[in-house]
């Protein structure tokens, strides 16, 4: 990542950001990754999806006035004036290794991979930190009950960008043990589900080897043209919605 002047000419209200350590004026609109961008950095990390989902921009500042150390997403956060930054597009936290085809699903597994979960003083500082508003504490307590199921569910939402762990005074790693667990309650806990067995055996069956094939002997112009005339699935639309144009959906067998 790195950052050169700007000579674009401001046409709003300019606030002044430090950006890990060097001070840079920038449109008070922006988001912290935006202005960086103004700014003249080039972000080859830390940019991710740029829609607060993929959380590869987590971001630590601090603002003139505040003895707080704030947390946040850099394509959500907008800058204040005087504020003091640095990204996290990586979060250095503990991750225990595990084969998770050996395991099966239980509390004791977790525990054993990361006994630092008994190490919560239930300050709440992880929830306070996380930009999906999850509630980060509930999901630990969950997770020192041996309650895996529990905290898959309450940690569905999670991004895994750090910032719960960033500020744990217990030094856990909480996302770490959310995705151990939503793994854990995926492979083992939920029931399995006999449409999906049913559809990879169709699959491996040779379901669709021949529209396959008929796609790939397609001229490029051709496969441009059934792609632009596709039909596409409505917005909102109901659970068992199918295109009316079946051709590479079933087999030529069903079809015919």
């Known amino acids: 990542m790195t950052a050169k002047n ?9 606030v002044p950001i430090f950006v890990m350590g060097e ?24 940019c991710g999806c740029r829609g607060g989902v993929c959380g590869a921009c987590g971001t630590v500042y601090r603002t003139p006035g505040s003895y707080r150390l704030e947390v946040g997403l850099a394509c959500q956060t907008v800058v204040q004036p005087g504020m003091y930054l640095t990204l996290l597009p990586f979060f250095p936290g503990n991750r225990a290794g595990y084969d998770i085809t ?9 525990a054993e991979l990361y006994p630092e979960i008994f190490k919560c003083i239930g300050c709440n500082a992880c929830t306070q930190s996380c930009p999906m508003d999850i509630d980060v504490m509930q999901y630990m307590a969950r997770a020192i009950r041996g ?27 909480q996302y770490n043990v959310a995705i151990l667990c939503r793994r854990l309650h995926g492979r083992n806990l939920v ?11 169709s699959v491996e069956g040779g379901r669709f080897d021949e529209p396959l094939q008929e796609l790939m002997d397609m001229e490029e112009k051709d ?12 917005d909102n639309a109901e659970d068992d919605w199918v295109p009316e144009d079946r051709d590479y959906v079933v087999s030529r067998s069903e079809r015919d």
Do not use: W
């Not at 700007?6 to 300019?14: D, K, L, Y």
């Not at 050996?102 to 977790?110: A, D, L, S």
């Not at 006999?194 to 990879?200: E, P, S």
């Open 147 to 173: 309650d895996v199921s529990g905290v898959a569910e309450l940690s569905f939402d999670c991004i895994m960008c750090g910032l719960c762990a960033s500020r744990c005074p217990a030094e856990e790693v």
């Open 23 to 46: 001070r840079f004026d920038v449109p008070a609109s922006l988001t912290i990754q935006k202005a960086m961008e103004y700014a003249g950095y080039q972000l080859i990390r830390g």
């Open 223 to 234: 496969l441009i043209k059934i792609y632009r005339d596709r039909e596409a699935e409505p």
């Open 6 to 14: 700007t000579s674009q000419a401001p046409s709003e209200e300019m």
């Open 102 to 110: 050996e395991m099966e699903g239980t509390g004791e597994e977790v």
């Open 191 to 201: 029931p399995a589900a006999d449409h999906l067995a049913d559809a990879v055996e």
